[in-house]
C-alpha cells in the first residue's frame, strides 16, 4: 500500500460504508439506503452526516461527482477511493482475524 493512503486509516464505520456504496454511482438518498441495507440496518447515515461525508471525501478526491440532474448529485468512487477501501479491508481482516483467535 502506498503511504500516502495511510493517513485516511483507518476509516471510520460509515465513511467504509459510504465508500463501499459508490462502487456504484449513488445519490444520497439512495446511499444512506444502500448502507442501511448492507449494514443490514446496523449503520444509519443521517443526510447532515452524509453530505458532509460527500464534501470531506470529494475534497480528498476519494469520490467524485459523476451526475448533476434536478438537485441531485451522484457520486462515485475514484480509484485512490478504492484503493484507500483496499487497504482499509485488509487491515480488517487481519483484525478480525486476530479477535476470532482469542475468543
Known amino acids: 500500500m502506498d503511504t500516502q493512503f495511510t493517513k485516511y486509516l483507518?476509516?471510520?464505520e460509515s465513511t467504509?460504508?459510504?465508500l463501499m456504496a459508490l462502487a456504484?454511482?449513488?445519490h444520497g438518498y439512495a446511499l444512506m439506503q444502500k448502507v442501511d441495507?448492507?449494514?443490514q440496518g446496523t449503520v444509519k447515515i443521517g443526510p447532515g452526516t452524509l453530505y458532509g461525508?460527500?464534501?470531506?471525501?470529494?475534497?480528498?478526491?476519494?469520490i467524485e461527482?459523476?451526475?448533476?440532474?434536478?438537485?441531485?448529485k451522484s457520486y462515485s468512487l475514484t480509484q485512490k477511493g478504492?484503493?484507500?477501501?483496499?487497504?482499509?479491508?485488509?487491515r480488517t481482516e487481519i483484525l478480525v482475524a486476530n479477535g476470532r483467535s482469542v475468543l
Not at 65 to 72: L, Q, T, Y
Open 10 to 12: 483507518p476509516l471510520t
Open 24 to 26: 456504484e454511482p449513488l
Open 16 to 18: 467504509t460504508y459510504i
Open 65 to 72: 461527482m459523476v451526475k448533476e440532474a434536478d438537485r441531485r
Open 53 to 62: 461525508a460527500f464534501a470531506q471525501l470529494e475534497k480528498e478526491g476519494l
Open 82 to 90: 478504492k484503493s484507500v477501501l483496499q487497504e482499509h479491508i485488509r
Open 37 to 39: 441495507e448492507m449494514s
